[in-house]
């Protein structure tokens, strides 16, 4: 009986994981450009670290319609009425935002918060209209129910998902929306327990209703051909490849494609509610770092409209060097962090994608590497305007469960969602597939797969890894198995920092089994901001500047096949794994700027460099 019990929880289990693998590729892209309500704003909220909203006394799922659940309206109907849970306004949260920067109390908090809210809708033009609710982002997991009704579930604290909203559920007036979010820790959950960044819950990006047509333009891929290996893209008769996919398949549709600024208009079959694009530009501007020129793409069918900005350029691993638009670029990056350290909260604004981005472009930068997980719309989008290239990682962070099918799904899902939302950003170049991931045959076969995956959804970009490096005595060597099928081999490294002083670099001999562009994804050191001490005092900022002036040094005698840099980090960041109370107090400090937001040392020593490969380029 016990194997039967087990065959069938399997089955459960496989229903339960194909559910939402089929459910993440609703996504509704390009929200900016739809009909939409706004639901940021505040919120009342119910702290319930016990889950009780969730689970009865004996720890069972509530009904739906258990006046006990905390989805359902508290509404006490006299003074004799028992009520044992109620949202007022004297407790509420800005949505967006994280939850811990906004009560004292909600600081070091991991669990379940309820959000609630009420809005009207005028239903009267709706006709045959479809309503979605969309999220940009809430970690880790939500549970989204309206008018007592659930809508769905969806896991993954940093990417985009919608629910629909049926319309027998909406109502004209108090509609009844109330949001659970969880951000507890689990083993089995991407990324696991054990990370380097601070896990801030709550609805963390911005929240709309989606008016759409019955079939609309769900998603769409509109990007330039690879040109022969090696050679730039013509910028006349230049090919674009692609897809448009309707919401669903109806007989007879066509989808067309215009972009006003080149008088370019076509139209194209659409079969199973899929049209396949392949069609030649007259003549284009390509976008590059220096002139990340958009071009305002329409795209129609039947019933639906939606208005796209797109630069068009091609990025591959040709040899051992990274070429754009068939030209070699230097990788100058730096890492970010999704986080405004002055106010220690998440970024998730236009503005806070500004300063972030604004720091990056400070120190001269080309390019950042988006870490750990995939950030805001805001930044991708931003970064497409100020021509920074961008790697953009999936939160497969060190030791997740790599022999748990459950949890390979869980790292896909966030995979096909972050490509899903963001894969006509002529800035990212890069999708990464996680960070030190210890080797073994069973994480390679697991990261091979996300590879793979990443490939089959975006034949256009290139994809990797960021791996470690095999330290030894005299030598290092970069042999991780993973790098023989990523495109650029990335490793982090932090000579100077974790092993010995920065004077070993000096050195320090290189060896690298694959014949691939090789990246440095991350390296750096912590300094307090204005601690000032000699250059041989960990923690002060001249440390900080002696371990960048070696690195640079070093870097500059790597083999002809390194093609840039993203050292760690743009900013200090939040990290409960920091705990030297003098140098440190939660914070991992290895920024190149302070958590007040001050220029240590090291920057220049960076920006120096970086001004440095930016003239050789011209
Ligand atoms: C790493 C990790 C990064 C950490 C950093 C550090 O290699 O990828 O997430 O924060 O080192 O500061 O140790």
Request: contains cysteine.
């Given at each position: 009986l016990?194997?039967?019990?087990k065959?069938i929880?399997?089955?459960?289990l ?20 739809r009909e939409?309500?706004?639901l ?11 889950e009780t ?13 258990d ?7 508290p ?10 849970h ?10 967006p935002g ?6 004292p109390k909600?600081?070091?908090?991991e ?5 609630k809210?009420?809005?009207?809708f005028d ?9 979605f ?28 998902f ?6 027998s ?11 659970r979010?969880?951000n ?10 054990n990370?380097?960044?601070?896990n801030?819950?709550g609805?963390t990006?911005?929240v709309?209703?989606v ?9 769409y891929?509109?990007?330039?051909k690879r040109?022969?290996p090696g050679t730039?893209?013509k910028?006349k008769?230049?090919e674009?490849q ?5 919401s669903?398949?109806a ?13 370019y208009?076509k ?5 199973n509610g ?15 770092t ?10 129609s ?7 796209e900005k ?5 990025i ?7 070429l754009?638009?068939g030209?070699?670029?230097?990788l100058?990056g730096i ?7 002055q ?11 500004a300063?972030?981005?604004g720091?990056?472009k ?6 950042v590497?988006?870490?750990?997980y995939p ?19 999936i939160?497969?962070?060190?030791t ?7 949890v ?9 969602e ?21 080797v ?7 990261m091979r ?8 959804q ?11 490096v095999?330290?030894?005595e005299?030598k ?61 005092t960990?923690?002060s900022?001249?440390f900080?500047e002696?371990?960048y002036?070696?690195?640079v ?11 840039g840099?993203s ?7 939040r990290?409960p794994?920091r ?5 440190q ?16 040392k090291?920057f220049w020593?960076?920006k120096?460099y970086y001004?440095?490969m930016?003239?050789?380029k011209?």
């Amino acid at each position: 009986l016990k194997v039967f019990e087990k065959v069938i929880l399997g089955c459960f289990l496989l229903l339960a994981i194909s559910g939402r693998t089929l459910a993440q590729s609703d996504l509704i892209t390009n929200i900016p450009a739809r009909e939409t309500i706004s639901l940021n704003g505040k919120w009342q909220y119910i702290v319930d670290p016990y889950e009780t909203g969730y689970y009865d006394y004996r720890y069972k799922e509530r009904r739906e319609n258990d006046g006990e659940a905390y989805w359902n309206n508290p509404v006490q109907k006299d003074k004799t009425d028992r009520k044992e849970h109620a949202y007022t306004d004297e407790y509420t949260l800005e949505v967006p935002g994280d939850w811990n920067s906004q009560d004292p109390k909600f600081l070091y908090y991991e669990g379940s918060v309820w959000y609630k809210r009420t809005f009207d809708f005028d239903k009267s033009d709706l006709n045959s209209k479809r309503v979605f609710l969309h999220f940009g982002g809430a970690n880790y997991q939500t549970d989204v129910y309206l008018n007592g009704k659930k809508l769905g579930m969806h896991k993954g604290g940093f990417t985009s998902f919608n629910f629909e909203v049926p319309a027998s559920v909406l109502k004209e007036k108090d509609n009844f929306l109330v949001v659970r979010v969880d951000n507890k820790r689990a083993k089995d959950e991407v990324p696991t327990v054990n990370t380097d960044w601070w896990n801030y819950g709550g609805v963390t990006r911005d929240v709309n209703l989606v008016v759409v047509p019955d079939n609309f333009i769900q998603n769409y891929f509109v990007q330039l051909k690879r040109p022969a290996p090696g050679t730039a893209p013509k910028t006349k008769n230049t090919e674009v490849q692609g897809w448009v996919k309707l919401s669903k398949a109806a007989a007879g549709e066509t989808v067309t494609i215009e972009i006003p600024e080149l008088k370019y208009k076509k139209s194209f079959p659409v079969t199973n509610g899929t049209a396949d694009l392949n069609f030649k530009l007259p003549k284009v501007q390509l976008w590059s770092t220096d002139t990340p020129k958009l071009y305002n793409v329409v795209i129609s069918s039947k019933s639906d409209r939606v208005e796209e900005k797109i630069g068009f350029r091609t990025i591959e691993a040709h040899g051992k060097q990274v070429l754009l638009n068939g030209q070699p670029v230097f990788l100058r990056g730096i890492s970010v962090h999704e986080e405004i350290p002055q106010e220690i909260r998440r970024a998730h604004s236009k503005k806070d994608a500004a300063q972030l981005l604004g720091w990056a472009k400070e120190l001269n930068a080309n390019m950042v590497r988006l870490a750990h997980y995939p950030h805001n719309e805001h930044t991708t989008r931003l970064a497409d305007s100020l021509g920074i290239l961008v790697w953009s990682e999936i939160p497969v962070y060190w030791t997740i469960d790599f022999g748990n099918q459950e949890v390979f799904e869980k790292a896909k899902k966030q995979l096909d969602e972050m490509i899903a939302r963001d894969q006509n950003r002529a800035s990212i170049i890069i999708w990464s597939v996680g960070n030190e991931t210890p080797v073994s045959p069973v994480r390679t076969e697991f990261m091979r797969n996300l590879i793979e995956e990443a490939k089959e959804q975006d034949p256009t970009r290139l994809i990797s890894a960021a791996l470690e490096v095999h330290y030894n005595e005299g030598k290092n060597t970069i042999d991780d198995p993973l790098g023989q099928y990523t495109d650029l081999v990335s490793v982090n490294e932090y000579l100077g920092w974790y092993g010995g002083l920065p004077n070993t670099n000096r050195t320090a001999v290189w060896e690298t089994k694959y014949d691939k562009p090789l990246f440095f994804s991350e390296t750096g050191a912590g300094a307090l901001g204005g601690f000032h001490a000699d250059s041989l005092t960990r923690f002060s900022e001249e440390f900080q500047e002696w371990y960048y002036k070696e690195q640079v040094a070093m870097m500059k005698r790597m083999p002809d096949n390194y093609v840039g840099l993203s050292p760690w980090i743009i900013a200090d960041f939040r990290s409960p794994k920091r705990n030297n109370q003098v140098y440190q107090e939660g914070w991992n400090r290895k920024g190149l700027i302070s958590s007040d937001g001050k220029k240590k040392k090291a920057f220049w020593v960076l920006k120096s460099y970086y001004d440095e490969m930016d003239e050789v380029k011209s």
